[in-house]
């Protein structure tokens, strides 16, 4: 279980490069990332190394361009990465702040549809800590959004980020399903090794729209109106929820500063989310920023060492 990283006083990095290799979920191509150490404040960059000028994309939430199925952010010349949020999430619990991350396409690997294998590597790499401290962003009042039926809001709480998730599909087997994760108490474990997930009915309309070109059984769950489709069944019984908590956090690492507070989301997604950030960094009196004051520096630390990852996964 992951403790102590996404609360940690000081900034960190990687100390050494990393690789992942996969399908993309909705180009279908090859894709290869290679993260490799940044700088204290330089926070997450993408770069495509298969395009040979303005090849840079920041991780902010004003560069989603799309969020539609996936996040997709663009920069102001037209290159594009997606499908960005599981990685996200993985760095953000495995308490990574800054990285640069080279991909030689324009979408990050799916892997299993969780975050799961990008941890499990994460694992085994030492996290560097930068001697700067980190930022992170409270709210006074709670802030809310409602897009139709769909809500967020965003309230003080204690020192930690909560999310509450809650679906309410049709479908008898997703059906409602509601769960609270807090990222510094709870164990991440069921959050970590959850998956995508679609609808047998709504695949054909998927890839009609030119998505989907990538996904299988091997990285998405798929249910009909009875079953789950995927040999085993799910992961953890509350893995629909689980998997939307899980892209929520990593949406929310596009604010570019860890946030403080208890979520709650309603028939959420990538495209609330980034509303919800455009909303609250919109007024400057929504929020405030917190520098912890308390702790020292230490110059490394490998802060994954007691990591306990789901073994049935």
Known sequence: ????????TFQTTIQKPVIFQGIGLHSG????????????????????????????????????NKAKLCTTLENNSGAKVSTVEHLLAAMYIAGIDN?????NTEEVPIMDGSAKDF?????????????????????????????????????????????EFNLNYENKIISNQKNTVNFVKDNLDQVIESRTFCLLNDIEKIKKAGLAKGGSLENAIVVDEVRVLNEGGLRNKKE??????????????????RIKGKVKCYQGGHLLTNMFLRKLFQNP???????????TFQKDTNINKNIQLAVNA
Not at 99 to 103: F, R, T, V
């Open 1 to 8: 279980m992951y403790k102590n990283s996404v609360n940690n």
């Open 29 to 64: 191509l090859k894709s290869k990332i290679k993260i490799l150490p940044k700088e204290a404040d330089e926070g997450i960059v993408f770069k495509r190394v298969d395009l040979k000028e303005n090849n840079f994309i920041e991780a902010n939430y004003q560069n989603v």
């Open 99 to 103: 990285a640069l991350i080279e991909i």
């Open 119 to 163: 941890l499990a590597v994460f694992k085994e790499t030492i996290i560097k800590t930068l001697p700067k401290k980190r930022k992170f962003l409270k709210v006074s009042d709670k802030i809310e959004l409602t897009d139709g039926e769909k809500k967020i809001s965003l309230e003080p709480s204690d020192d930690s980020l909560e999310v």
């Open 240 to 257: 629909f929820a689980n998997h939307k908590i899980l892209d929520l956090v990593g949406d929310f690492m596009l604010a570019g500063i």
């Open 285 to 295: 009196s929504n929020y405030f920023i917190e520098i912890p004051q308390d702790k």
